[in-house]
């Protein structure tokens, strides 16, 4: 069975550009989640799908950031106007069932680089 | 809110040496516990968790962790140390009382370095 899969592994753009960052999650896995490690700190939470319902957006930064899940299978997550701030490595996950004894399943990550 | 302290940024250790990884916790609730690992150009790989019964929780590649509730801790434990273990583990934790939903709340990791 194939694991999470992030695209792409590293992107380096300018300030103010913009940047989409994809996640295909576990076939068959209904809950997908972002978090964000900023500069060797806390692996942060940033958004939860249901499907593809936003069950929870309360880790999202600012507005320069959107999710989506459309048709509930892939996500994207984009950044747009990238700040310097937004360095860091994106790790996506997800779970079966959902739920605070569902085991979340990682992706490789996507290492975001703003100049 | 939830917390989560990994004191220690690296523990160094000789191969075949016991290895212990710290993790301390914050929640208001009954906790939920996980550890994860994350080998070089790797993501994160789930390791084991803690729900409820047994204090002592076995997981993937001969690791264990034991809850205590009293200290609120949840370290990671191998009785035996590999080179290949040097990795980046993180710890996280899920409030089972609190509204936070399914969110992981994580530390900011330890380097484990196993010498040969």
């Known amino acids: 069975e194939a694991g999470v899969t992030q695209f792409p592994s590293h992107s380096v753009i300018e300030k103010g550009q913009t940047v989409t960052l994809r996640c295909d999650p576990i076939?068959?896995?209904?809950?997908l989640y972002w978090y964000r490690r900023v500069m060797g700190k806390e692996i942060k939470f940033l958004l939860h799908f249901v499907k593809e319902s936003k069950q929870d957006e309360s880790g999202m930064p600012n507005n320069r950031f959107l999710a989506e899940r459309t048709g509930g299978t892939y996500s994207t997550l984009k950044v747009q106007p990238a700040e310097l701030e937004d360095s860091g490595v994106y790790f996506c996950a997800s779970s079966q069932v959902g739920g605070p004894t569902d085991t979340q399943y990682f992706g490789p990550g996507t290492r975001l680089t703003v100049l | 809110a939830q917390s989560v302290a990994q004191p220690e940024d690296q523990v160094n250790v000789a191969e075949g040496n016991p290895l212990t990884v710290k993790c301390t916790y914050s929640?208001?609730?009954?906790?939920?516990l996980f550890w994860y690992v994350q080998y070089p150009n790797r993501g994160l790989q789930f390791l084991l968790k803690y729900i409820t019964g047994d204090n002592l929780v076995k997981g993937s590649y001969g690791f264990e962790a034991e809850f205590n509730k009293s200290q609120t801790s949840f370290h990671l434990k191998k009785p035996s140390a590999l080179v290949s273990d040097s990795a980046l583990y993180f710890c996280?934790?899920?409030?089972?009382?609190?509204?936070?939903?399914?969110?992981?709340?994580f530390g900011t990791g330890t380097r484990l370095a196993v010498r040969p």
């Open positions: 076939s068959g896995h209904d809950n």
């Open positions: 929640v208001s609730g009954n906790p939920y």
């Open positions: 996280a934790v899920r409030d089972f009382g609190e509204s936070s939903g399914d969110k992981l709340t």
